[in-house]
């Protein structure tokens, strides 16, 4: 069995743990994909390379409301998939090659399970090797969940990991789920010239999202698409190209392809953690402490395999802990995971940042809501913004944040001074009055809703 001083698992955000400073060190890295993990190759990059194009179609499609004849002719799907992938492929590519060069790491292109404590083998085709190490990292991540009704179908169905390299946009897709990657997709493929109908269990598209995002999105997407809320698929019938949904109260739809889109799961289940003792909680997700370890001496885990958020810069700082706690058994680091910010890039974005209304109010808080609208401020007139708004929660007194939402332009970009305020402690007021706010910029939307809670 070969020996190495770690190993691991996973070239996403597993990848990043490893720098020169391990360069003493006989490290090995087991991908049976792509280097860079699902944000790079399927996930968070490429749908947001997707997403803006899609922005940029609609701003010529609403040109006329700012007195600008624009007409829109139509987005070439193989010329913007192909700079999407051209470039995703060729990052992959080189983090894979900078590994194989390096003088201290051995990759190994093949699907791992553990064996024992810290031992596995892997599996490299049709041979396998079995290794050991002093310690392991999982960062194997996840993968999408699939239905019953469309796993027992034998239909072709999409997901995420495969609809955006397809040659051309459907006809007419079908999206099952309503929640973030749905409705990205969605946004995607419509700006793209589909016909999109979502199908979605709960009454309203992004449930989790804050009542008054939630709300106001779906009335927007009503517009957009067409929505079946509050129903389930029952059975995929037809034949590929030419797809039967059956819902739960009987209705039939026809769609040219489904994109399956109800959540993600964790991939422990793929790598016999039984063999190792390695806990999981009941949802899949491997059980760690604040400080990345496993129950196993020698085992950590980050990123979505262990994460309860599914998010990119959770899975990012969690490498970053990880790698320093390798390095300084003795001197400890906490992963901390109060404040975590997260957007949605669709039409409009949207932005959130610690508690909801809906989760204060459960929890019995003494709270209070400020809101502004885009189309309050001089910005939101030069934009025609109608919809858009920035909802604060603080804590009734102090002043403390406890949470933010956002919906319009830039979402993503002008909830940072909130999670800047929640992470540091600064109380709404300061935020609200201390710094100048320059005008008339859009910045004036968190502002003035930080104001509106007095």
Known sequence: MRHHDMVVIGAGSGNMVVDDSFAGLDVAIVEEDAFGGTCLNVGCIPSKMLAYPAEVAEVVRGAGAFGVDATLR????TDVRDRVFDRVDAESAEGRAGREDSDFVTVYSGHARFIGPRSLQIELGAESVAVEADQIVIAAGGRPMVPPPVLESGLPFETSDSIMRIDAPPRRLAVLGGGYIAAELAEVFAAAGSEVVIIEQAEQL???QDESIAGEFTELARHRFELHLGRELTRLEGVAGALRL????????????LLVAVGRTPNSDRLDLGAADISTYDDGRIVVD??????????FALGDICAP?????????QAEVVAHNLLHPDDLIATDLDVVPAAVFTNPQIAAVGATEQECREDGRDYVVGTTRYADLAYGWAMEDGTGFCKVLAEQGSGRLLGAHLMGPQAATLIQPLVLAMT???????????????????????????????
């Open 424 to 454: 540091l402690g600064i109380d709404a007021r300061t935020l609200a009055k201390r710094p100048y706010w320059i005008h008339p910029a859009l910045t004036e939307v968190v502002s003035n809703a930080l104001l509106a809670l007095d």
């Open 309 to 317: 958020y599914q998010l990119k810069h959770v899975a990012n700082r």
């Open 74 to 77: 139509g987005m070439r799907w």
């Open 246 to 257: 059956v819902l739960d109260d009987g209705t039939t739809l026809a769609a040219d392809t």
């Open 290 to 299: 604040e400080y990345q370890r496993t129950d196993v001496e020698g085992v």
């Open 206 to 208: 992004l449930g989790p």
